[in-house]
């Protein structure tokens, strides 16, 4: 069913207002996206997961309406049998006494990788999603000065109002320096919260000619949360099969370089280490005791799929390191990405490919592998393959 509550409700009047005024006066703006995909996902063998083989069908319709200083972006999303309307932007920014301020719900990305982004630290987004994706933003209050070569911004941000889950929602203020010498940029950031406490990181890319680009990305993190297994022998029975864990002091850490040539080739390489990540040890300990719970019979049967909640983290494994290749510039629009976890031999691999057959029509098809080594922890995921074919329109 359709579920639309107060909050969505109010937005939607403002964006009917918008909407109603006077194009000629308001500056109206605005376009479509249409997103449709059907595709298949085969089980793996996963000790930790009851999987089946499954079939999906998913459909998007995004509005990206805009007038003279207010943007916004509603979609209405068809996903797992179930339908949604989301304003996922919808924010007002302008000039205040030489400032540039901005207000509502935004969209707020400060990372630089391709693979992995350790600045995107406001809400959850993955780079390159198999199903369709929906880019919540969230409250923003912010206030920016610029120069000739120099942002530096304050602003407040609050999650809660954007997300249902609170593992997602933060309350927080921070400040970003933005600066631009020659051929390289520069990206400093501090942001406390209620949840994570101190978040001190940066960023930097520089070009090398007309074919290479490196860039680099690092944050510290105070305080986080994982996902943590108590089930211990015996009893399993007298105690949580998972629990949220509390640790400090944690590092995200990210290098990557770009080259690219005329004739639209485009690849990227990147490594990065995340320390909130489980393990090969620990990750041992959650394979080896979800195949006890298998050996030890149907009665614990239940108490396996708990152990998936581990997965919940950003990255699975600490050490990851990327190879993206695409290549543009023509109507046919093929990819591959190769995501390796060096510490166990695992590897995730995507490959793509579009064709524009109409301006602002594209239809494309992609096919995933999760898997690797057999000891691997991306075997350990409840898929196997997944493929799919989408339609995407812009109008």
Known sequence: MMRLSKKLARQLCTLAFFSGAPHAEMNWQQHWQLEAESGYSQASTSPLFASQNQTFN??????????????????????????????????WSGEVKGKDLLIGKQRLNLGVGYGFRPLD????????????????????????????????????????????????AQRGIGIRNYRLTGHQEWQGLAYVDNQRGLNLGGSWITTLGDAWELHAESRYQQYYSHMMSRLDFPPLDRQAPIIEQQFANAWQTLFGMTWANLVGDNLIIEYWFDNRALSLRQWRAVTQLSRDLQVLGSQFDPLR???????????????????????DLTDWQPALDLLFSPSDGGLISTAKINYEFSQGWTLGAQLRYLGGKNDAVYQLLPERYIGLIKLEARF
Do not use: C
């Open 305 to 327: 799929p708990s152990q998936a909640a581990v997965f919940q983290g950003k990255n699975l494994v600490q050490h990851n390191l990327l190879l993206h290749w695409h290549r």
């Open 121 to 168: 630290i406001f809400s959850p987004y993955q780079r390159n999603p198999i199903a369709i994706q929906v880019e919540q933003g969230l409250a923003v209050v912010s206030l920016s000065q610029f120069s000739d070569a120099d942002e530096l911004s304050l602003f407040y941000t609050d999650a809660y109002l954007s997300y249902d889950s609170a593992a997602f």
């Open 58 to 91: 998913d459909m998007a319709l995004r509005w990206f309406p805009q007038t003279n200083q207010w943007q916004a972006q509603l979609v209405a999303l068809k996903q797992n049998q179930q339908t949604q309307l989301r304003v996922a932007e919808l924010f």
